[in-house]
């Protein structure tokens, strides 16, 4: 979801709400807290791709990413169709802090809405077969793209597009890892920021992920404070079970919402499917956090960035929300590994959870780099940002998995968050 409101800050400690022309909050969370919302979702087989917005009001529209220059990159069947690309484009280009005279053209062979028929009809089938990793209509190559283990795996994927009748030019088929979730069994300690460590307990052991990023519920005059972590940092994943979190030991919240799984299409055959890793904790009466902020480190690395806090400048502000676009730098700040960057390699990814029957929907995927750390087990729930200097920062999703090299993660992004969680104000 794309969306850009006027930023304030809400701090709350102890029981004492500091507001700059902000909603008030109310901290009324005990140990046990029941769901104060429902649970929402769109009908199951509207997968949430934010480029298919563009497939509406773009004739001919074959794909938009950011090449590896930072061009601003759009697939056009008709290069003349260049001003409705312009102008179609033109709010997502402001928020990447670009203009459209930086926009280039590239000739499309597939219309992106035919792309999307192809990858509708195929991935509920290719993810079936054993070894299949991801699938995604990938933008950046204007094709359908596969990660698979192995040869097998691979032969069984060509297999199904063939009996689809999915055109063989139309298909990239590569070898990936296989795409574990990011939770760590660990000892903790945070304060409530996003980013930092909180724990809890599953079958009497003690695992830590990231905190993710506070809410406010409005309801009437007052804000229910809460915030978002993955769904895997519960005791049951998909089901609100009331998991309690901790910092290190003390209560800090109790789980209230975590939307189920669907096995209805697009979900493949016998998997469970969600479209997004998230969950949303209540906060407990009495524990103070901060709506928009991100715990700031001192400094960022490519790879296992340091988790000491800025003394000068402990925390980003998050001012807006974007949609990931492939190509783009994007910077996470998790518990394990601290600040670190790389690349959105893919968006809209379905991408099955190794060792599980789980499927996840329209998830984002970074490059795959050379060198491990840029994620690691722990940072599961770790806030995925854009940054351009300075304290702002435009959330994008929520980090919940990786591959075993920890060269890459995936998150689930803010679109599909809110389309399980409802709306939720983040700033």
């Given amino acids: 979801m794309m969306t850009v409101r006027t930023a304030c800050r809400v701090f709350a400690m102890g029981g004492v709400i500091l507001t700059a022309s902000c909603q008030s909050d109310s901290a009324t969370t005990g140990p046990s807290a029941a769901p104060d919302a429902p649970n929402l979702r769109q009908e199951p087989g509207v997968i949430p791709d934010p480029l298919l917005a563009h497939a509406g009001t773009i004739p001919g529209f074959g ?51 035919q792309l999307n028929g192809w990858y509708t009809r195929s991935v509920s089938e290719a993810l079936v077969i054993p070894g299949a990793v991801f699938a995604d209509l990938d933008e950046g190559s204007n ?25 063989g030019a139309a298909v990239v088929l590569e070898r990936a890892e296989p795409i574990y979730p990011a939770a760590r069994l660990r000892e903790s300690v945070t304060p409530r920021r996003g980013g930092l460590r909180i724990t809890f307990v599953r079958n009497d052991s003690l695992f830590e992920c990231s905190l993710g990023f506070n809410t406010l519920l409005v309801s009437g005059l007052f ?85 000491i806090i800025d003394a000068a400048n402990p925390f980003f502000n ?7 676009v492939q190509g783009v730098e994007v910077n996470k700040v998790g518990q394990r590994t601290g600040w670190t960057h790389t690349r959105i390699g893919s968006t809209c990814v379905a991408a099955n959870v190794v060792n599980t029957n789980i499927t996840m929907l329209c998830q984002s995927r970074t490059v795959v780099g050379f060198v491990p750390g840029v994620s690691r087990p722990g940072d599961s729930g770790s806030p995925v940002f854009y940054w351009n200097g300075g304290s702002n920062v435009t959330l994008t999703g929520l980090l919940w998995g990786g591959n075993a090299s920890f060269t890459s993660f995936v998150f689930s992004p803010m679109s599909g968050i809110e389309q399980e969680l409802g709306a939720l104000r983040t700033f």
């Avoid at 601003?72 to 005279?101: C, H, I, N, W």
């Avoid at 998050?318 to 990931?324: C, D, G, H, K, W």
Wanted: glycine share 12%; aromatic share 8%.
């Fill in 223 to 307: 804000g229910i404070r809460s915030f978002v972590t993955n769904s895997h940092c519960s005791r049951v994943r998909g089901g609100i079970d009331g998991t309690q979190y901790g910092q290190p030991t003390d209560l800090i919240g109790s789980e209230v919402a975590d939307p189920p799984f669907f096995t209805t299409f697009p979900c493949p055959v016998g998997r469970r499917c969600r479209f997004s890793d998230a969950a949303r904790v209540r906060y407990t009466s009495g524990v103070g956090s901060d709506l928009g902020g991100i715990a700031r480190p001192v400094a960022r690395s490519p790879v296992d960035g340091t988790r």
């Fill in 63 to 113: 794909g938009f990413f950011v090449d590896h220059d930072g061009s601003p990159t759009v697939y056009l069947k008709d290069p003349r169709q260049f001003g409705a690309a312009e102008f179609s484009l033109a709010s997502t280009l402001a928020r990447l802090g670009m203009t459209s005279t930086r926009l280039r053209v590239k000739q499309a062979d597939y219309d992106y809405l």
């Fill in 318 to 324: 998050i001012t807006a929300e974007l949609s990931p």
């Fill in 143 to 167: 094709r359908l793209r596969f990660g698979v283990e192995s040869s097998a795996a691979e032969n069984g994927v060509r297999a199904v597009l063939a009996r689809l009748g999915i055109p």
